[in-house]
């Protein structure tokens, strides 16, 4: 596996210390991304602080990056940049991206999908809950995303493993850590037909804090969040409101009011979350336009234009290209766009205003998105 590209070296280091997307985006646009390693004078000229200039000096003294690429090599796994087309789009929505991401599996991490979230120590209702809608949207296609923890998490991840579905662990340690050892099993089932992800070096243990962080990456990949059961102060209530926050559609699992495991899940109603009430109204809420019009990415992506099998009506095969990129994976530039569907810049902007005229996708400052 080759796992290193002309951004992985830069990208890899400035993830380690935690420095801002910004500067990688900086280096990368206006330098070539190996002059990372002129030296401080040059970190800063990009905008790095004294800590992030101690932390970065001492890495590259000790060569970690390459180090840290074999161990890679070593576990089958790879490190992703934002200039990675299968970096999640959705992520740039985040406050603080993450620069890259540590990626073990075989799954396309950027698809469609739905968080799947909720408290350890959940009840057999809430459990069989999860399980059954992760089970129901995987079959339609729709990837499950998780955090791998004990109760809800695990449900979700296997409820989508049932249906043969594709499930991703998003771990607050490094990805070549189990955590919590019980899911060792769980976990090389979720590798055979997904993959698990961390923004984590190797080797990083689960310290707490690094939990909140995981979940924002949790927030930032997902269309929408699910929240099954949780107390008012449950790690689920911070997804969820993270979510809100970033204009993310939140669903909420109805529980007893007289059950503090469910205070939290009912409070969200409260917030604008709407009610999961049935597997099946969920679902058919969610899917709702999008599957009329559904293009299959893995076609569409070997096939040359006017070669597409499944056609949607009154547009181009340039469109088709174009608008199925876009439901795949909003907010994306036209430049994002051009890579992806190899159609020329040209042809995407002009299929972009007409997409545009016709309703069917929405621009949001100079990003794009399918409506439906």
Request: glycine fraction near 8%; proline fraction near 4%.
């Amino acid at each position: 596996m080759n796992i290193i590209n002309e951004f992985s070296r830069a990208g890899i280091l400035l993830n380690a210390i935690k420095a801002p997307q910004a500067i990688f985006e900086k280096l990368c646009g206006n330098y070539d991304p190996d002059e990372i390693f002129r030296g401080k004078n040059f970190w800063k000229e990009l905008g790095l602080n004294e800590k992030h200039q101690e932390k970065l000096s001492k890495l590259i003294s000790e060569n970690w990056h390459e180090k840290e690429f074999l161990r890679l090599e070593k576990i089958d796994a790879r490190f992703i940049t934002s200039k990675d087309l299968d970096y999640p789009a959705k992520l740039k929505d985040l406050k603080k991206p993450p620069v890259g991401l540590y990626v073990r599996g075989q799954a396309n991490i950027s698809l469609p999908s739905i968080a799947v979230v909720g408290t350890r120590k959940c009840s057999d209702y809430a459990r069989i809950t999860a399980t059954n809608l992760a089970k129901a949207a995987a079959q339609k296609n729709i990837i499950i995303i998780s955090g791998g923890a004990r109760g809800i998490d695990t449900a979700a991840h296997r409820g989508a493993l049932e249906a043969d579905g594709v499930t991703i662990s998003v771990f607050g340690t490094g990805i070549d850590r189990v955590y919590p050892a019980e899911n060792r099993d769980l976990f090389s089932r979720i590798l055979e037909r997904g993959a698990v992800i961390s923004e984590f070096p190797l080797g990083t243990g689960g310290e707490s804090w690094h939990f909140p962080e995981r979940n924002r990456i949790i927030v930032g990949m997902a269309s929408r969040v699910v929240v099954v059961e949780s107390p008012e102060g449950g790690g689920a209530m911070l997804t969820a409101r993270a979510a809100l926050e970033m204009k993310r559609e939140v669903w909420s699992v109805p529980g007893r009011i007289s059950d503090d495991v469910c205070r939290g899940t009912n409070e969200l109603f409260n917030e604008g979350a709407k009610a999961t009430v049935s597997v099946q109204d969920f679902i058919e809420k969610i899917i709702g336009k999008t599957e009329q019009l559904n293009l299959n990415f893995e076609e569409y992506l070997e096939a040359k234009p006017g070669e597409l099998k499944n056609s949607a009506p009154n547009l181009s095969s340039e469109e088709k290209i174009v608008y199925s990129i876009l439901q795949r994976q909003g907010g994306r530039l036209p430049d994002d766009i051009q890579r992806e569907s190899k159609l020329d810049f040209a042809t995407v902007q002009e299929a972009l205003m007409n997409l545009e005229a016709n309703g069917l996708i929405m621009n949001s400052a100079g990003r794009y998105s399918a409506t439906a």
